[in-house]
């Protein structure tokens, strides 16, 4: 677990083979305090290779009186982004999106399998100045190719 306090920097995380423990779900903590009211999006922008994927579940943002302010969260509403914005750098296709074998605590979760391009998912909510939002989410980085490929494995969690 990791617990970060942030006003107003916009990076949360960044996570890349080299700080993360492959094969483990790890769970990271964030609060964060807006400095404006209005709309804040939170990103995950993530760049596999032929060796590692990334996955992301769980994903949630409370206020203070313990309300979620995501839309599917979980990734379990549907078999595609329900309540996410996405894209890629290139042609992922079917190369990201929804997992139905690789879930945290149920079958579903986010995955990206786009070797050597950046994909990314994004979500809004609102927020009101000073208040406490906590933000929180779990990843997993699959190790599937061990000693294939090189290049760029990272997963970097901004708010904006």
Known sequence: MFL????????????SSTNSIANVWTQNNYSYTAVTSGTLTLNFILTSNS????????????????????TNGDFQSSTTLVGWASGNSGSCGSNTGISTSNGHMSTQSYVDQCSGQTAWIQQSFSVTNGDLYSISFWYFLDHVNPGLG?????????IS
């Open 51 to 70: 060796k590692f994927d990334w996955y992301i579940d769980d994903v949630s943002v409370y206020n203070s009186t313990s309300t979620e302010l995501l």
């Open 150 to 158: 090189s290049g760029v494995v990272q997963l970097d969690v901004t």
């Open 4 to 15: 970060a306090t942030t006003t107003p920097n916009p990076l949360l995380g960044s996570f």
